[in-house]
Structures are given as structure tokens and as C-alpha cells.
């Protein structure tokens, strides 16, 4: 009984074990990878070999340099038999026997039970495999092998067939594409047989495409997984989930027959869809968080984008896998606030617009995931220096000596901000935020959205054009994402706009100096009117306009119409200056005008009007109060259109005429017109010399004076007053501009009559000029006082001066000037002629020939022979003469080189060095 147990025992022993496994792939027609069941990643793997039988040998793919070997005959009918009977299925198998090389070698098992099917015989019998030479046939089943082999070589098939049928069933491989895009459009993504022959990660393969027989890489279109790499050491590194996602790859494609659209290029490789039975393989492993999408080849993508999207959005949601870590980034605007219709109000460049809501309040918004033309960079990623930009008059380069102007300077910069502008400002448009763009390092937070006007999505329209890119970003991007990708690829295909690869700049004259400004004046008074855009507004009346038609950019100033001067530097600006800037910037600010060029002026600025859809905006200026008509109105033939507008601002009192007294400037008025001056009126009538004092110095060319035949009644004046309020000062309650006052002067805390200049609404302190002397202060309101109404009755004594036709020095010059003229003549008497006269807003300007009684010293001359005024322009021929001889002296002054004229004549355009 014992020796019978133990026989059972060796029986049991000898009976090999037996394995079961999936099979994942077949390396040739007798070699086969098995894998294990899944536990907590991917299973182990065993590679096995079939024992005592041997198949034709596949060729390998070569390296570069090496010449491709050929397979051998049959080699790929025998993988193909094992392939299609194999891989996927769950097979059975025992290991025979292992060498030392750690190949296993055994039989394997298609299916269970008495019925199941050996794959060893299956390829002795169908002829591809046949049995290794020197093996022992004394066993039952080598003896069924080799009865398998023998009826497979006696009717010829596989590898026993004749050489002929041999040699044809050798397949010719390709193993590189000598024109991938080529490739690509022949196929012209139509659904394509392959086989995919290795899983280098879960998005990366390399596959045979049948029936041709091409070997190639194929990427996944569109999305990249978690993958591998290799550090410094050489050694391979895979990502977090990369192992995972490969197998989540391998157990659905690994040398399955799948369909493939073929749809680009990246590098010698191609990019492409994979169509499973199950569907695409790319929504799977973005729906799993093994992928994710990647703009750069997504806008090849020619299936549903949309169901990746959201595969990938879902994925996210739940934080799958590569999206552990992932948060989703806050809008800190409430929801309903991020869609709005809003007015257009400045395009500050391609990307960034400005806009008014209906509650007025101003808001930035950037287009969503778009980015305007940029300059081209050299190889060390600096700016490259276009050839023509910031060319002077001359043409020399003037590069470094002014700012930079993108708008004129980078290529399809202009054009995209026309296209813009022409389409929004002014215009309504709809607004739907997608994301807030954080601040970082000097950039502020940005506000992004989706902006449309009449249903177009104003940001692929400058795309489809070409006049912009599209910013690749993963987290923050438009809603239009992927339609503004394909809109860029087509523009690139098209080579349109920026992607053309030339053109695009426009070369911008700046006119900047008399002489260059002349160039143009008289085409443009030759055309009537000339089309222009404001790209900036310095004040009411100061404009910087861009002429399409010259290709220049110009400061505009309108004719005949002064405004209250803005601010500069430490200087604060006058009442009403900043409501006539805003005025100007509504009305015309980056909006078509119409020009009507009169005139220009020394410095190279053209002077004339402004129209904005047929309406004059000088003209709607004064009509608002933000203005008033100029004395030089009367010289271009639109002074009684000026004064009609001023006139309405003055009835309706708005603006800068909001406390108008038109009873008491008429007053002025009339007063300032007499010519008795014993009568008690302070002008003095045209052609009439009389004896003055200068009293104060405006400028170089204008100053204030007073009759010497009214000083006594002005001392009089002086005690009286300060009698009456040293008694009893009644505070001044409506502090107004142009209400006559009393102001205690603070030099010497005397009271003078002094009219409100103006007031400074921030810091309550008020302007007076003391109207008998002609100098201006700024005091505390409790520094004036109601004038009596019997001290008001002697009419301003002060009387503003400038020097007949003398025009100012450059600013460079203008303290000097001043200086010189304060010293030559304040305190000072002289014969004064009345040649002219000019009334502004209620203020006479004589002009005047100002002599020295004992040394004849004409004024005007003196300045214009010392170098600090100019020769300016008339149009009275009663004054041509006087013109003449001031010229005269203007020009020995040049040729001494006396003051302004130290380095030369100021009025030539400086040479470019």
C-alpha cells in the first residue's frame, strides 16, 4: 500500500503546473507575452515561448544608419495567425522548461476541458511553425507533431511551400514616411485600417497602417497623457499615473485592428483619432483622468471636440487621477454681473477695450484668450528693430530720442486696432466674462471676455483675418476656445494677415515742426475736408489726429475756440478744464472726423475744425459752456457761428457762464469803448496816444498799465476804500468767476477792487486779479469782501497791453523773456499807441506801440533786437508797414544771434545725429 501512495505521489509530481493568463501581445508566430489579473496596478508579465517548434523570424525595425532587413517568408502570416487567435483572450499554459537567459518556454492552451485547442499544433498543422531539428520524437505527442508536420509539407503549405510562393509571401515594410503631410492628405481623413504594434504610453504608439503595409508613430490628436521620460542618468522616469494609463491603453488597442483617422503631423509622425468599438479611445482616457487636452494639435481634432471637452470637464469635477490636485480657478464677480451690454468708449490696443455701462461706471476688459501682433524677436529673444521705425523728417533714426509707438511700429498692430475701432467705439456690444486673469508681477488683474457685436465675436474676427493670435493657455480660456484655434489654423494655412510673412507696417509721418507741417497744408486745404482718427484729446480744444490718407499724425488745435487750460505738473487747471477734456473725449476720442485744416502755427500744428458726423465740435464746445470764441475766430470765416454758440451758453448760463452777469460785462463793456478817460472810462480808442505806467508783466509780449491822468482819482479811490471796509466788511457770499469784489492784497493787508479769477473746488482757495493794477493772487475766501456799490462806479484802471504784432518766444525762452521785459519796463512811463483791440470773455486786449518820451525807445523793437519775441502774422494791411520794419530788426538779431537765436534759427526743423 505504501509503495502504491508513493508511485501516486511521483505520478502527481511529474504533471507540470498549469497557469492561466490574458494574452497582451504576440512577438512572432511563436513567442507570446501573458499577463496576470490586475491588483492595485498592472499585472506582472511573462514572456513565453513555444516549446520544440520554431517560426519564421519578423523583421526589426532599423536604427538610423542601418540598412532594413527583410522578413522572413511567412513570418508575418504565422504573427497574424497567433494575433488574431490570441490576443485579449484568456489562455491556459505550462512552462516546460527555463534557460538561463530567463525565457520561459512551455505550450499554450486556447479554451477548457477535453476540447480546448493546443496552439503548438495549430501552427505545425496550418504550416507556420515547423519542429526544431534534433528533438527527440519517442513521445505521444511529439509523435502528433511531427504526424501534423509531415501531412503540412506533403500538400505544401506555409512554410513548406515552393520557393516561389515563399519568396511573394514576404511583405515589403515602409518604415519611414517621406512625406508625412503628403501622407496625410492622400488618405484625406477617411477611416484607415492599422494595427497598433507598441503602446509607448497611454496617447503614443507605433502602428502598421494596412494594407500597404507603412510602418509610422501615431499620437493621439489633441490630448497627451501621463507619460515617461529619462533624467540625466539615462534612467526612465514615469509621471504619476503614467503606468496606469498605459495599461488602461494596451488591454483596449495593443495589436487590435482599429480604424484611425488620420488628421496632422508632429514631427516625421503622425497625429490621428483612434476609433474603438467602444468608441474614441482619446473621450475614454480624458473621461478617466489619464489625458488631457493639448491646444496646440486639439484644433485638429475633426471629431466631436465638444464631448472631449466635456469628458475632460467631468474628469475634473471629480478630480480624477492627474486632476487630484486640480482647482478650479474663482471669478470674484458675482453671476450676474458677468454678462452686460455696454457702450465702446476706447480700444486701448487689440487686446483691451474700454467700455460704459448704463450706470456709467467704466470698465477694462481684455478679449478672452487672445493676444494682438507682437514685434518679431532675434535669436536672443530681445525686440527686433524694425528698419523704418522712428524715422525722423530727414530719415535718420531717431530711435532713442522718443517713446516707442506699438501702434505704428509693429506689424498688423494698426490694422487690427482700425478693425476694432471702426466696429466698436461708439458702439453697443455684449460682454460675457470667462475668466479673471490674476495680477502678476507688473500686470494688473484682468477682467477677460467674450466680446460681440450684431452676433460676431469681434475676437475671431480679427483671428480669421490674421490681424491676431490665439493665447495658449490651460486654465483661463474663452468660451470659443476651440473655434478660435481652427479660425487660426485656417488664417496660417490661407498665409493671411500677421501669418503672410511680410507687410503689415505702416510707416506714420510725425509732423513736428513748422516747416514739415507746411508740407502738407495746402493738399490738405486743397481737399476741404480731410478724413482723420483722434487717437488722443490733451484738452477741450487740443487733439492728436492720425490722417490715413497722408500717413501722418498730427497735433490739431481748433481754430478760433479757447478752452480752459488742464493741469500740468504742480500747476492745477482751470475751472471747467477737465469737463471740457471729458466733452472732447465723448464726442471725438478714436472716432472718424472730419478735418477742415485752416491754418498752422509755429511749432508745426495744424489749426482749423473738427467735425464729428456733420457737427462741429467747436462749435458744440462753446454751445456747452466748456469754451469761448478766440479773437482769432474772425480770421477763418467763423466768427459769427462761434459767437452764436457762445451766445447760448451765456443766455442758458451753463458751463464756465454758470454765474454770468451779462448786465454787468455789458457795463465793461461799454465802459471799455469810451475815450474821454477824464469821464471816468479807462481805454482809450484806436489811433490815440496817451501817457501810461506799466504796473504788471504777463509775458514777454503782454502786460498791464494804467492812464497817469487817473492816478489821483485812483489814490482817492484807494483811501476811501480802505476807509469804508476797515469799518465794516461784508463778507462776499457768491464767490463766482468774474464777480467784481474787494480783496485785501497780502503784501501790505490793504483792501483793492479785484475781480474772481476763479476758485478751486477742492481746496476752496480763489484767483483774484486787482483789476487796478493788474496783478493776480490766490487767497482764502476771508480775504475778500462785497465792493460798495459807490467804489465800483470808477471803471478798471488796469488795462492789459501786448506789444503790436510780437508773438512770444519758444517756452524755453519764456521766463527769460519775461524777465527781460519786467525789468525794462515795469514801474515805468511811456507813450502808448492803441493799434487794435481784441475782447475775450469780457477782458479788452489792447494791442499797442509802447515809445519811451525822453529816449524814443520803441518797446517791441527793443525786444525783438535783444532775441526774446518774434514777428508774428497780420492780416491788416494798415499794420504791413509796421510788419516790415520789425522784421527788419528781427532778422539783425538772428544774424547777432541775440537771445533765442544763441544756436540759430529756432524755426528750422534740428537736425536728426
Not at 661 to 673: G, M
Not at 687 to 715: H, K, M
Not at 739 to 761: H, I, M
Not at 792 to 799: D, I
Amino acid at each position: 500500500a505504501k509503495k502504491e501512495k508513493r508511485l501516486e505521489n511521483m505520478a502527481a509530481e511529474s504533471q507540470p503546473t498549469v497557469h492561466r493568463g490574458v494574452v497582451k501581445s504576440v512577438l512572432s508566430g511563436d513567442t507570446v507575452v501573458i499577463r496576470g489579473k490586475p491588483v492595485g496596478g498592472p499585472p506582472p508579465e511573462k514572456v513565453l515561448s513555444l516549446a520544440g517548434i520554431s517560426a519564421p523570424r519578423l523583421a526589426r525595425r532599423p536604427t538610423a544608419g542601418q540598412e532594413a532587413e527583410a522578413d522572413e517568408p511567412f513570418a508575418w502570416e504565422a504573427r497574424e495567425f497567433l494575433r488574431s487567435k490570441l490576443v485579449g483572450k484568456e489562455v491556459s499554459f505550462v512552462i516546460e522548461y527555463s534557460v538561463p537567459t530567463g525565457r520561459d518556454y512551455g505550450h499554450v492552451y486556447l479554451g477548457s476541458g477535453p476540447s480546448r485547442e493546443n496552439v503548438t499544433m495549430s501552427l505545425i498543422q496550418t504550416g507556420f511553425a515547423s519542429l526544431k531539428e534534433g528533438r527527440a520524437v519517442d513521445d505521444p505527442a511529439t509523435q502528433a507533431l511531427a504526424a501534423l508536420e509531415q501531412h503540412a509539407k506533403t500538400i505544401g503549405i506555409g512554410v513548406h511551400s515552393s520557393e516561389e510562393i515563399r519568396k511573394k509571401s514576404v511583405r515589403r515594410v515602409q518604415w519611414t514616411l517621406a512625406d508625412p503631410e503628403a501622407f496625410v492628405k492622400k488618405l484625406n481623413f477617411k477611416p484607415t485600417k492599422v494595427i497598433i504594434e507598441h503602446v509607448q504610453n497611454a496617447t503614443t504608439f507605433r502602428v502598421t497602417i494596412l494594407p500597404m503595409m507603412q510602418s509610422t508613430s501615431l499620437s493621439l490628436t489633441g490630448i497627451r497623457g501621463a507619460g515617461f521620460r529619462r533624467d540625466a542618468s539615462g534612467k526612465d522616469v514615469a509621471d504619476v499615473y503614467a503606468a496606469e494609463a498605459k495599461y488602461f491603453t494596451e488591454v483596449r488597442l495593443l495589436q487590435r485592428t482599429v480604424d484611425v483617422v488620420f488628421e496632422g503631423v508632429s514631427g516625421q509622425g503622425l497625429l490621428g483619432t483612434i476609433l474603438h468599438p467602444k468608441g474614441n479611445i482619446s473621450e475614454l482616457l480624458l473621461a478617466e483622468g489619464f489625458a488631457k487636452i493639448m491646444d496646440s494639435s486639439f484644433v485638429d481634432v475633426r471629431g466631436d471636440k465638444a464631448r472631449m471637452r466635456a469628458a475632460e470637464a467631468a474628469a475634473k469635477a471629480r478630480l480624477l487621477r492627474i486632476w487630484k490636485e486640480y482647482k478650479k480657478a474663482a471669478i470674484n464677480i458675482p453671476e450676474a454681473d458677468r454678462v452686460f451690454t455696454a457702450t465702446v468708449i476706447e480700444v486701448v490696443n487689440p487686446e483691451r477695450l474700454k467700455a460704459r455701462k448704463a450706470n456709467g461706471d467704466v470698465v477694462e476688459i481684455a478679449l478672452s484668450s487672445l493676444r494682438q501682433p507682437r514685434r518679431a524677436k532675434n535669436s536672443d529673444g530681445a525686440d527686433k528693430a524694425d528698419a523704418g521705425a522712428g524715422a525722423g523728417a530727414d530719415g535718420e533714426n531717431a530711435q532713442t530720442k522718443r517713446r516707442p509707438k506699438p501702434l505704428f511700429e509693429v506689424p498688423y498692430m494698426l490694422e487690427a486696432r482700425e478693425m476694432l475701432r471702426s466696429k466698436l467705439v461708439g458702439k453697443q456690444a455684449q460682454f460675457s466674462v470667462d475668466y479673471v486673469k490674476p495680477a502678476e508681477d507688473r500686470f494688473p488683474e484682468r477682467v477677460c471676455a467674450t466680446v460681440s457685436i450684431g452676433g460676431v465675436n469681434v475676437a475671431e474676427a480679427l483671428i480669421a483675418k490674421g490681424l491676431a493670435s490665439v493665447l495658449r493657455h490651460d486654465e483661463f480660456r474663452a468660451a470659443a476656445y476651440d473655434n478660435m484655434m481652427a479660425l487660426e489654423k485656417h488664417a496660417q494655412k490661407n498665409k493671411v494677415g500677421m501669418h503672410s510673412g511680410a507687410g503689415g507696417l505702416v510707416r506714420v509721418a510725425d509732423v513736428n515742426s513748422k516747416a514739415m507741417a507746411s508740407t502738407f497744408l495746402s493738399s490738405m486745404q486743397r481737399q476741404g475736408k480731410v478724413s482723420a482718427v483722434v487717437e488722443y484729446v490733451s484738452s477741450g480744444s487740443r487733439l492728436r489726429v492720425y490722417i490715413p490718407r497722408d500717413s501722418c499724425q498730427a497735433t490739431f488745435l481748433l481754430a478760433g475756440v479757447s478752452c480752459p487750460r488742464t493741469s500740468y505738473q504742480d500747476k492745477a487747471g482751470d475751472p471747467y478744464a477737465e469737463e471740457a477734456l471729458a466733452f472732447t473725449r465723448d464726442m471725438c476720442f478714436q472716432r472718424d472726423v472730419e478735418l477742415e485744416v485752416h491754418d498752422t502755427d509755429a511749432r508745426g500744428n495744424f489749426v482749423g475744425q473738427v467735425f464729428v458726423g456733420g457737427r462741429s465740435l467747436g462749435v458744440e464746445l462753446l454751445q456747452n459752456g466748456f469754451g469761448e470764441k478766440h479773437s482769432s475766430a474772425h480770421r477763418y470765416g467763423i466768427e459769427s457761428e462761434l459767437t452764436a454758440a457762445e451766445d447760448m451758453a451765456k443766455k442758458t448760463k451753463v458751463g464756465m457762464w454758470e454765474g454770468y452777469d451779462e448786465a454787468a460785462v455789458e457795463a465793461a463793456r461799454l465802459a471799455a469803448a469810451g475815450e474821454n478817460g477824464e469821464a471816468g472810462e479807462a481805454g482809450a480808442s484806436v489811433g490815440r496816444t496817451e501817457e501810461v505806467i506799466v504796473t504788471e508783466i504777463v509775458d514777454a509780449i503782454t502786460f498791464y498799465a494804467q492812464r497817469t491822468g487817473a492816478a489821483e482819482e485812483l489814490s482817492q479811490l484807494s483811501t476811501d476804500l480802505n476807509a469804508a471796509l476797515s469799518a465794516s466788511a461784508t463778507p462776499l457770499e457768491a464767490v463766482k468767476r468774474n464777480v467784481l469784489c474787494a480783496g485785501k492784497f497780502t503784501a501790505d493787508d490793504a483792501w483793492y477792487r479785484a475781480r474772481v479769477v476763479s476758485v478751486d473746488k477742492e481746496s476752496g482757495k480763489v484767483t483774484v486779479r486787482y483789476v487796478d493794477y493788474g496783478n493776480t493772487e490766490e487767497v482764502d475766501k476771508s480775504r475778500l469782501a462785497a465792493l460798495p456799490e459807490e467804489h465800483a462806479a470808477l471803471p478798471e484802471q488796469a488795462r492789459r497791453m501786448a506789444l503790436t504784432l510780437l508773438a512770444p518766444p519758444p517756452s524755453d525762452y519764456a521766463d527769460e523773456a519775461k524777465d527781460v521785459l519786467e525789468k525794462g519796463i515795469i514801474n515805468m512811463t511811456y507813450n502808448c499807441e492803441v493799434q487794435g483791440k481784441d475782447v475775450a470773455d469780457g477782458v479788452t486786449t489792447e494791442f499797442v506801440r509802447l515809445v519811451h518820451a525822453e529816449s524814443g525807445d520803441d518797446v517791441a523793437k527793443t525786444m525783438l533786437a535783444m532775441g526774446y519775441a518774434t514777428v508774428g502774422r497780420t492780416r491788416e494791411r494798415h499794420l504791413y508797414k509796421l510788419k516790415d520794419e520789425l522784421k527788419l530788426v528781427e532778422n539783425e538779431a538772428k544774424a547777432a544771434h541775440e537771445g533765442m537765436w544763441m544756436y540759430g534759427d529756432i524755426t528750422e526743423d534740428p537736425k536728426e545725429i
